[in-house]
T-cell receptor
Framework: DAGVIQSPRHEVTEMGQEVTLRCKPI?????LFWYRQTMMRGLELLIY????????DSGMPEDRFSAKMPNASFSTLKIQPSEPRDSAVYFC?????????????FGPGTRLLVL | GEDVEQSLFLSVREGDSSVINCTYT??????LYWYKQEPGAGLQLLTY?????DMKQDQRLTVLLNKKDKHLSLRIADTQTGDSAIYFC???????????FGAGTRLAVHP
């Protein structure tokens, strides 16, 4: 099993540019989560999907952020336009909720630096 | 509301036991989790405990759950330098398809 796959692993961009982060969940998992991690704010849940449908996007900072999950094996998180304060590590996680147990498996993260 | 609290930092000597504590708020959480994050890596599931258990042991790891006080702890026996990492406690509030994470406890192991 390849685990959760994220790309790119590192991204450096200039303020105002569009950034697209990609995630491939573990095959068979039915939930997908996007998190952001910074020193100041810790780990924040941005949005999560269940069976490809967005369930809770209350953590999305503002309209510059959008996320899609067109099928069970792919999701994107887009920032447009990007700002320096968006610099963070973005994690994707997936899970298969069974019997009340919600075990999330994290990808390696995308380290984003907006200059 | 939902909230998970942990102390931010713990320093121990190599070979000693480490105890990382966590408090949570939702008594309906069915499972409680410990994740480990090494530098530059994602979170890795370390262990979990079902809410009707008081204790779970897995090699050097012991999880204790006090459901009355909503207190969870992780004990690492014979702590090694490779255990240096950030440890996150998480709860799974009943009816929700998501985890609520604490801020993480940074464990530093020194010789």
């Amino acid at each position: 099993d390849a685990g959760v796959i994220q790309s790119p692993r590192h991204e450096v961009t200039e303020m105002g540019q569009e950034v697209t982060l990609r995630c491939k969940p573990i095959s068979g998992h039915n939930s997908l989560f996007w998190y952001r991690q910074t020193m100041m704010r810790g780990l924040e849940l941005l949005i999560y999907f269940n069976n490809n449908v967005p369930i809770d996007d209350s953590g999305m900072p503002e309209d510059r952020f959008s996320a899609k999950m067109p099928n069970a094996s792919f999701s994107t998180l887009k920032i447009q336009p990007s700002e320096p304060r968006d610099s963070a590590v973005y994690f994707c996680a997936s899970s298969l909720m069974a019997g009340g147990k919600e075990t999330q498996y994290f990808g390696p993260g995308t380290r984003l630096l907006v200059l | 509301g939902e909230d998970v609290e942990q102390s931010l930092f713990l320093s121990v000597r190599e070979g000693d036991s480490s105890v990382i504590n966590c408090t949570y708020t939702d008594s309906s959480s069915t499972y409680l989790y410990w994740y480990k994050q090494e530098p530059g890596a994602g979170l890795q599931l370390l262990t979990y405990i079902f809410s009707n258990m008081d204790m779970k042991q897995d090699q050097r790891l012991t999880v204790l759950l006090n459901k009355k006080d909503k207190h969870l702890s992780l004990r690492i026996a014979d702590t090694q330098t490779g255990d240096s990492a950030i440890y996150f406690c998480a709860e799974n509030p009943g009816g929700y398809n998501k985890l609520i994470f604490g801020a993480g406890t940074r464990l530093a192991v020194h010789p």
